[in-house]
């Protein structure tokens, strides 16, 4: 996807107005989303500047500082300009009430909305409503410029006396119950200014910047269907002001709501941005979406954010070392940028690069370490030594400067429970629930809490979560598998496993997003573990035929997998789900297709150990003898439980003469 000359010109200009406008209302994260897009862009060539010159782009006098383009708003802007400078230095300042009381004072404030509480309380007819109605105080005849900047102010203020008002980080009276007591004013405020609006004979024109506020005011309250309304209603005013954007992004929670809105979005860059981006943060994967981070990434080559989004695709579908090599080449092209290091440091923690973590800590230390993703990644390289104490008190501190920091909430559990504190481990990842309802590491980390209780129905509950959240990630299947064979359901916990070697099926043939590998059997490794338990449901079910399938299939696992006839067969036993994204990916376009470097299996573990054990007794049960002393034989020979295999080998040897003897 490329741009001519003069779309690129034309993109440039409307992210130059954006960070301007973003600027002007204090939003500073959108301006800053603004600015790095704008300066990801290639500079243009003499020839494009001439040619942009020449289509009416690029004149002296910049569009950013033209007038509102409604003279009315234009007219006030212009005559509220000293008391604007005044409101927005307050608030530069962090004089968040005194940033307000310029344009809303406290007693203007209180006395619209005593107004609006009291006629709604009056219970008296109709008419002395009416007459309060008509009686009512108007509202202040300002912008909507100088309006968003006194009203944010006063939601900037309520959210800081209520970290003020907060109790210390998961200190005895930290319930997570405080709130923003600024945010009904607010609201009441907005909904009689909208209300007003809508009677007008004719509706004026809007910025969409209070569409967005009033949006922010009912995330907050609950209320998301209207909220999705408004936030609509304000990106098709104003497209650019990507903190919309991504309120938008937080009230979408399955793949299926994302689809649903995408046509009633405005046709432009950005909303093909929102998709990408929501789409990676719902935990999708393939080669459509890489394809349009690939698309968006010719246009913006080194905008950190597109870079990071693709990272995070890797990540999840997880591809690992892609995504360390990503986040990588990130740092060094943005070496002072700590957006989204706490994801790199949950990567290198996995792969257990520790001199890569010391160095990511160091840096981040350096260059602010009171900025919560610095903590976070401070926190996590104390975990990778076992310094779990010393982890919980950088989570902690990660939590105080940001109470919505979601892998602080989440990585925190992780530590609590590895220090045995089940009870502060559940209260962490329910408030990392609460804070993204979207994060299966938090569902997932309930299930295993409560597991470790004891308490499989709760575990279940939130197991089953977490596999939704993540429909095609082995893991959380597996977790399911074994809760349900702990509570004696087998049918089910069978269903549940098969499930999870078809999901991790799914991860293989999709592992690299940006580069194929070649084509991959779905069938030709699993997880031996896994294979095991089927076994083990199988057999405690009577089903020995399907036991012994699944048992040999776990020793088959130790040189890489069955042979192609066999794993066709297993194919149809274990497709339970007529779903699977992977089920004809392999049909056709894999034949006589060298693999390269091919499987190269387990080698011997203990499942495969335990798998081959029961095989040797079901050999012995069913009196094929022969097969009975050469399983028992590659047991002694392995090491693995080697008494009972020696005493396998002997009576398979004395049953033999025995039989022989017989015959005779």
């Not at 440091?345 to 990511?360: D, G, Q, T, W």
């Not at 938090?442 to 429909?471: C, D, F, I, N, S």
Request: aromatic fraction near 8%.
């Amino acid at each position: 996807m490329g741009l001519s000359a003069k779309d690129s010109a034309h993109l440039r200009e409307t992210l130059q107005i954006a960070v301007v406008k973003c600027s002007e209302r204090c939003l500073y994260q959108s301006a800053k989303w603004a600015a790095e897009l704008l300066d990801a862009l290639p500079e243009p060539t003499p020839d494009e500047l001439k040619e942009a010159q020449g289509a009416g782009l690029g004149e002296h006098v910049h569009p950013v500082f033209s007038p509102s383009p409604d003279p009315d708003e234009a007219a006030l802007e212009a005559q509220e300009l000293n008391k604007y400078l005044l409101a927005k230095s307050f608030f530069d300042c962090k004089e968040f009430d005194r940033c307000a009381a310029v344009f809303l004072p406290e007693s203007v404030l209180a006395g619209l909305l005593s107004q609006k509480s009291s006629g709604g309380s009056d219970p008296r007819g109709k008419e002395k409503d009416s007459a309060a109605s008509s009686a009512r105080q108007p509202l202040p005849n300002i912008s909507q410029k100088s309006l968003f900047l006194a009203l944010y102010a006063k939601v900037i203020s309520g959210e800081k006396r209520k970290d003020e008002d907060s109790e210390m980080i998961m200190g005895p009276h930290d319930l997570g119950t405080v709130v923003n007591k600024q945010l009904l004013n607010v609201g009441r405020f907005l909904s009689r200014w909208f209300e007003e609006r809508r009677a007008a004979e004719e509706e004026p024109p809007t910025d969409g910047f209070l569409e967005y506020l009033y949006g922010m005011v009912l995330v907050k309250e609950k209320n998301d269907s209207a909220a999705l309304e408004y936030l609509m209603r304000s990106v098709h005013a104003f497209p650019w002001n990507w903190g919309c954007w991504l309120e938008i992004t937080n009230l979408i929670h399955r793949v299926e709501q994302l689809n649903k809105i995408a046509p009633h979005m405005p046709q432009n860059i950005m909303s093909f941005i929102f998709h990408a981006n929501t789409a990676v943060n719902l935990y999708q994967q393939g080669h459509d979406l890489a394809a349009s981070l690939n698309d968006l990434l010719d246009i913006f080559p080194t905008s950190s954010f597109l870079l990071t989004c693709k990272a995070l695709l890797n990540y999840h579908s997880k591809d690992l070392l892609a995504a360390e090599q990503d986040f990588s080449n990130l740092l060094a092209l943005h070496p002072h940028r700590l957006d989204s290091l706490d994801h790199y440091s949950n990567i290198l923690y996995v792969l257990n690069l520790r001199p890569k973590l010391a160095f990511l800590a160091h840096l981040c230390s350096s260059i602010d370490k009171f900025r919560p993703e610095s903590c976070v990644v401070i926190g996590n390289y104390y975990s990778l030594l076992s310094l779990h104490e010393k982890a919980v008190q950088y989570f902690r501190r990660a939590l105080t400067l940001d109470r919505s920091c979601l892998s602080a909430w989440t990585l925190m559990g992780h530590e609590y429970v590895e220090l045995k504190n089940t009870h502060a481990a559940i209260e962490s990842y329910r408030r990392a629930v609460d804070v993204n309802r979207r994060d299966y590491r938090a569902w997932y980390g309930l299930g295993q809490t409560y597991e470790v209780l004891e308490m499989h129905a709760y575990a279940l509950w939130y197991y089953k979560k977490a596999a939704g959240l993540r429909p095609w990630d082995g893991k959380m299947w597996q977790a399911v598998g074994s809760c349900l064979q702990k509570m004696d359901r087998d049918r089910d916990g069978i269903k549940a496993l098969k499930r999870a070697l078809l999901a991790d099926s799914y991860y293989d043939s999709t592992a690299s997003s940006f580069g194929s590998t070649g084509p991959i059997d779905r069938m030709a490794q699993m997880d031996p573990e896994v294979l095991l338990q089927i076994a083990s449901m199988y057999d405690r079910l009577d089903e020995e035929e399907e036991a012994k399938a699944y048992m040999e299939l776990c020793v088959a696992q130790e040189d890489g997998g069955v042979a192609a006839t066999e794993g066709a067969s297993l194919g149809d036993s274990v497709a339970i789900h007529q779903d699977s994204p992977g089920g004809g990916a392999s049909d056709g376009e894999g034949e006589g297709v060298e693999r390269g470097g091919g499987h190269e299996g387990t080698g011997v573990t203990v499942a495969t150990s335990k798998a081959r054990m029961w095989l040797a007794k079901y050999a012995m049960k069913t009196g094929d003898y022969e097969t009975a002393n050469r399983l028992a034989t590659e047991l002694c020979q392995d090491g693995v439980e080697v008494e009972e295999a020696k005493a396998l080998i002997r009576e398979a040897k004395s049953r033999t003469e025995l039989a022989n003897m017989m015959d005779r």
